[in-house]
């Protein structure tokens, strides 16, 4: 017998279209407020209008800039590629940023997506505003992890109601487990005395790897759930890595089934705009006599 991977499921998406994986889909008019029931000790508020701006820009065809009355505010941090959230309102914080020992930090994928909700403000280290342009480019240089190509997915699975994280990065570390792991740092770094600096290169090392380019394992994606909790999230419902204009080879897949544990695994396409999802399945063929 012999084995080959079959392409299957193949969809492609364009903005405002419907979507329908395996997972459920949160239409438009049960969109609970994400941080509804939650007892997370992340110690998130709700805003009542999240979910009305959300749905209002997933049925857009066009990306553009929205207004809040409730809007958090974030600090850009060079050092680690990704910015730390000085003042947050609303529930969205509950599926979005990852907690260390009490802050959130963003994302690049996940700062764009709220600038362009009207949800983030971005300033930089002197406080100074950055634009949306500005924040666009920091994803087009594509040296935090993230290209455009990488958003664009990022941006239709969001929009759809799915929650969406890094793939392989913790939603939430303990702070004893976080000290556990910078005692091991180098003896210049710990000897630095600066525990928040060490915190921030724990951080930082955990996405450097994530070059841009090739195959890898992208985003842990969840179904949507009122009562998801950063401390608990349970395992996604699939793993999204995006590939090229090149299918991927039989031994690509199987690398990256086993880096995947045991969680599904599905390929995202982006090109001119168009993002097409698609999954293998391995069958077994006859070998003819």
Same mark, same amino acid.
């Given at each position: ?142 040296? #935090?992890?993230?290209?455009? $190509?990488?958003? +664009?997915?990022?941006? @239709?699975?969001?929009? %759809? ?5 890094? !793939? ?80 991927? #080879?039989?031994?690509?897949? $199987?690398?990256? +089934?086993?880096?995947? @544990?045991?969680?599904? %695994? ?5 090109? !001119? ?17």
């Amino acid at each position: 017998m012999a084995s080959c991977f079959m392409m299957i499921q193949k969809t492609n998406i364009e903005a405002g279209e419907d979507f329908s994986p395996k997972c459920p889909v949160m239409e438009a008019d049960k969109w609970p407020s994400f941080s509804e029931g939650t007892s997370d000790s992340d110690g998130y508020g709700e805003d009542p209008d999240d979910d009305e701006h959300c749905c209002a820009y997933a049925s857009s065809d066009i990306p553009k800039l929205q207004f809040r009355k409730d809007i958090s505010r974030s600090r850009w941090l060079d050092p680690l590629g990704m910015a730390e959230v000085v003042e947050r309102k609303g529930g969205l914080w509950t599926t979005t940023g990852i907690v260390r020992n009490g802050k959130i930090y963003c994302f690049i994928e996940e700062i764009l997506y709220l600038a362009e909700i009207g949800a983030l403000h971005l300033y930089s280290k002197d406080d100074t505003p950055l634009s949306l342009e500005h924040i666009y480019k920091k994803v087009a240089e594509g040296k #935090s992890g993230c290209s455009l $190509e990488y958003y +664009e997915a990022y941006k @239709h699975l969001k929009s %759809l109601g799915y929650i969406v994280g890094r !793939h392989g990065i913790p939603w939430s570390v303990r702070k004893s487990k976080v000290n556990c792991v910078i005692n091991q740092d180098p003896p210049e770094t710990a000897q630095s005395g600066d525990e928040e600096s060490r915190n921030n290169v724990l951080i930082s090392e955990m996405f450097n790897n994530m070059q841009i380019g090739g195959l890898r394992l992208a985003f842990d994606v969840y179904p949507p759930n009122s009562r998801f909790r950063k401390s608990a999230p349970g395992d996604p419902c699939f793993v999204l890595c995006l590939a090229s204009e090149y299918p991927p #080879s039989k031994e690509e897949i $199987e690398d990256l +089934e086993r880096h995947s @544990h045991g969680i599904l %695994l599905k390929f995202c396409l982006v090109e !001119h705009g168009r993002v097409s999802f698609f999954s293998f399945n391995k069958v077994e063929l006859p070998i003819l006599p």
